[in-house]
């Protein structure tokens, strides 16, 4: 047996690598050159500890980026609005983890909203004689009143919150008492008019809104598919479930293991804010998809109201949010030995000589690989994936093939939304919380994502972590100072030189590189 | 056909700007009538500059004309050009620190400062333009993005401390006697609408010339220009130098009008702001800049005055509001609606003249 074709050798590809893309390996080669001199300058020991910071954030910035890039390739929409997703990401853990009973509160109203509009189906008939009324007004009518009665409704239900403007009462002094071991339940509060009607009249305004956004596209059966009359009656009797059982519920979620109770933030927060993704995309990219610059300018306005909405609920003051108790022990046996301590629950093992924060350094690292290899394989190895890999190519033929692009655009954008809050609750417990987070990070993404390449996925990878270990070396300059000849004292970086230094090299390399070191030419 | 085309029809003069000479008219008689109406003041309380009401209006109306020639400057980069900067806040932020350098730690002048600014302007449209060819649009943005991040991080930053105040904010100008923004008031009232009906005037010529009907072409479709032979990056590059010069003179004003400038100025949130303005007054529509400061500024003034701490989230939400439904903002909105009308009036005048059209 002979083999008909010899496959190239390693000599062969390199050189045709080399004559197709001798820039990008030289580009690659000096920025690396230049890493490896910037960790040179440092002390031996402060080696890994640097590295390993680089990664976290790089992590961080990555698990924003990617969905960045996955919109921007796919839609050609640069979401302004990613970074403040982000924040709410991580607002909404905090909610869900410090203050259970809060989220309790607020999702019993929710579940109760969801309900008609699960049963979208059934107003077409009503949305067919409202549209029928020839204006688009009547339809947004209808949604204002339907708004306004709800807010009417919303503000019967009980609802145990904190209050930024009282310090006893503010987010600050809760994370205080969580980690002291003081969080008791805030006292229920009690419906401002009879129970009935409050959840009546909520039902009755949702309906009506759902009836003024049917009528804007009433075409369709009038027959509710089983899922949707499933689901409606999921979420009325769970949000009404939650009203009759209130106090055990809240008293569970207080008693549960805290870090258990992390993880299940971490998933609430990843799926409202995945919800408010898709509704994004639906209500503001989607009637904009032929004008691109007002879908950049809208996601920048969205973002500046969640920024406002923030301050309003949470308040202005930054505050911390409390490790999980299984990266945060101290004491007998800790430091942990070797990385097999990760789960010891210390809050730092010794590794290579260096004391390694087991949550800021490793899991957060340990989650974004994870994240990074899940997210690849989907999009290498699935049909969904495929589809997202045609349509960032082209989005006109996979359309044309018969592909439904506007669910994929809704699931890709509620994907990236997701991956947004993932990082924002990872980020919440090493760099806290304020309003102000979410615009530096997507500043960080953006620069990653220049740097790697706008729409290629391994790129915003590679870009994060070249942004996270160029930053982290700096900060560690700015405390060790560097030795320059012309100065007498060492020259030390001061913090804001950090976000500027990344600046620069993302100039620097989209102008010998336009297209970044992985991304692909546009035409 | 764009808006800026369908506005353009050849009358008179006079005709054309009737709306320009009754706003100039309104302007210089504004605090007249506020100081006679409102303080319950003497006319002569207007040029001896007492304190009431006219002289808080003026000041307010002389932010306006501040936040109207840089939302003009970025309309000429971003609605008639077509070049997504979003870095803008860099050419006003470097206008209002380098006049005020100049006037507080160099001593000059006024009018040898102003001169200085504006070849620095120039320098820094340069700067702009360096970057042009090779990167586009969302990386255009980008590396704007991030020259202004630059700067806005070196003016703040305590290196510089002595020259721009770093976090506190440059303050201490010491402006020209005879243009004091407290003492003379009315005078500099006066002087910032002239400046802002020249440099309005100038723009309009501009967008009207075949230069700026060049720079539309970039804007509607590049490739289709370079092939008709335009050097369509010369013409990229003078629009960001006139821009550049426009904002820096907003800037200079804003140095001479503020008793401090913070860095703030530098920020992507200014950038934002001069979109905002546009959106309001319509993109690509010279004069709606104009319409859309005035908009902003008392829209966020009165807000403000109303609803404290919700008034941010209002304008946010006007703002999606505005992007939704009324994308051409006001002008552009209120110029195709008038050619309706135009359109509507010339066929019933064919009609009523007996001729049954062709």
């Known amino acids: ?523 | 056909m764009s808006l800026v085309d369908l506005a353009t029809t050849r009358k008179p003069w006079i005709v054309r700007h009737r709306l320009l000479l009754l706003g100039v008219l309104a302007a210089v008689l504004f605090p007249f009538v506020i100081a006679i109406v409102v303080d319950g003041a003497p006319i002569s309380a207007v040029w001896e500059n007492a304190d009431g009401n006219a002289k808080f209006l003026q000041g307010l109306a002389i932010e306006v004309v501040v936040l109207a020639l840089y939302a003009m400057s970025y309309d000429l980069v971003l609605g008639v050009s077509g070049l997504l900067s979003f870095g803008h806040a860099m050419f006003f932020a470097v206008g209002a620190y380098s006049l005020g350098i100049l006037l507080k730690s160099a001593g000059l002048g006024l009018v040898p400062s102003l001169l200085i600014v504006m070849g620095i302007a120039v320098l820094v449209a340069l700067l702009f333009a360096v970057v042009l060819p090779r990167v586009k649009g969302i990386g255009f943005a980008l590396v704007t993005l991030g020259l202004a991040s630059v700067t806005g991080i070196i003016i703040s930053s305590s290196e510089f401390k002595d020259y721009t105040g770093a976090d506190v904010g440059l303050q201490g100008v010491p402006s020209p006697d005879w243009l004091n923004p407290t003492d003379q008031r009315f005078r500099f009232y006066l002087v910032s609408m002239g400046v802002l009906v020249l440099v309005y005037l100038l723009y309009q010529r501009l967008v009207d010339s075949p230069t700026g009907k060049v720079l539309v072409a970039v804007r509607d479709n590049e490739d289709r220009a370079l092939m008709l032979g335009y050097s369509t990056f010369w013409y990229k590059t003078f629009a960001l130098i006139v821009a550049s010069m426009t904002a820096a003179l907003a800037g200079s004003l804003h140095t001479l009008y503020q008793p401090i400038v913070t860095p703030e100025v530098a920020g992507l949130g200014f950038t934002v702001a001069a979109l905002l303005m546009i959106l309001i007054g319509g993109v690509g529509t010279v004069s709606g800049a104009i319409v859309g400061a005035a908009v902003f500024r008392l829209t966020e003034f009165y807000l403000d005055r109303w609803f404290e701490g919700l008034s941010n989230l209002l304008i946010g939400a006007g703002y999606i509001l505005l992007v939704l439904f009324l994308p051409y903002g006001i002008v552009g909105t209120w110029r195709t609606r008038s050619n309706r009308i135009g359109e509507g009036r010339s066929r019933l005048a064919r009609l009523l003249s007996g001729s049954k059209g062709e």
């Open chain 1, 1 to 523: 047996m002979t083999t008909a074709t010899a496959k190239p050798s390693l000599g062969d590809r390199w050189s045709k690598a080399w004559t197709r893309d001798r820039r990008r390996i030289i580009v690659a080669a000096v920025v690396a050159a230049l890493l490896v001199i910037g960790l040179g300058g440092l002390d031996p020991e402060d080696w890994f500890v640097t590295i390993m910071r680089g990664l976290a954030t790089g992590a961080i910035t990555f698990l924003v980026a990617s969905g960045l890039s996955l919109i921007l390739g796919l839609m050609d929409v640069l979401n302004l609005a990613h970074g403040e997703l982000f924040m709410l990401g991580a607002y909404l853990g905090w909610t869900a983890y410090i203050r259970p009973d809060t989220t309790v509160d607020l999702l019993a109203p929710i579940l109760i909203t969801i309900a008609p509009f699960a049963l979208w189906a059934l107003w077409r008939p009503l949305g067919r004689k409202v549209a029928a009324l020839g204006s688009r007004w009547a339809g947004w009518l209808l949604v204002a009143v339907g708004l306004g009665g709800w807010w009417w409704a919303w503000r019967l239900f009980p609802l145990a919150i904190w209050d930024p403007s009282v310090y006893a009462e503010s987010p600050i002094t809760f994370s205080l008492a969580f980690d002291i071991g003081t969080l008791v339940p805030l006292p229920a509060g009690t419906f401002g008019g009879p129970a009935l009607i409050a959840v009546l009249a909520m039902l009755v305004a949702a309906s009506i809104a759902a009836v003024g956004l049917v009528s804007f596209n009433p075409t369709g059966s009038p027959r509710p598919s089983a899922k949707g009359i499933g689901a409606s009656i999921v979420a009325l009797a769970a949000g009404l479930s939650i009203l009759a059982w209130r106090e055990g519920l809240v008293e569970g979620l207080f008693a549960m293991n805290p870090t258990l109770r992390f993880f299940l933030a971490g998933i609430v927060s990843v799926i409202v804010i995945s919800a408010i993704g898709a509704g994004v995309e639906v209500a503001l990219i989607r009637p904009l998809y032929d004008r691109p610059i007002y879908q950049l300018m809208i996601t920048l306005g969205f973002g500046f109201i969640l920024i406002e909405l923030v301050r309003e609920v949470w308040g202005r003051p930054e505050f911390t949010m409390p490790k999980p108790p299984a990266f945060n022990g101290i004491g007998e046996g800790c430091p942990g030995q070797g990385i097999g301590d990760l789960f010891s629950g210390c809050s730092t093992i010794e590794m290579f000589g260096a004391r390694i924060r087991t949550y800021n350094e490793l899991f957060i690292v340990g989650i974004g690989i994870i994240v990074l290899v899940g997210v690849s394989l989907l999009i290498k190895r699935t049909r969904i994936g495929m589809v997202i890999r045609a349509g960032v190519q082209d989005r006109h033929m996979v359309e044309a093939l018969g592909v439904n692009v506007r669910v994929v655009f809704m699931g890709v954008f509620a994907m990236g939304a997701g991956l947004a809050a993932l990082g924002g609750v990872l980020a919440g417990p090493s760099i806290g919380l304020s309003p102000e987070m979410g615009g530096r990070l997507l500043l960080s993404a953006l620069i990653a994502l220049a740097i790697g390449g706008l729409t290629s996925f391994p790129g915003a990878a590679v870009g994060a972590v070249l942004v996270g270990i160029l930053q982290q070396i700096i900060i560690r300059y700015g405390q060790t100072g560097i030795p320059l000849p012309w100065l007498e004292e060492p020259f030390k970086p001061s913090p804001p030189l950090v976000p500027a230094s990344t600046v620069l090299l993302m100039i620097v390399i989209l102008l010998v590189l336009p297209n970044g070191l992985l991304g692909k030419a546009e035409h």
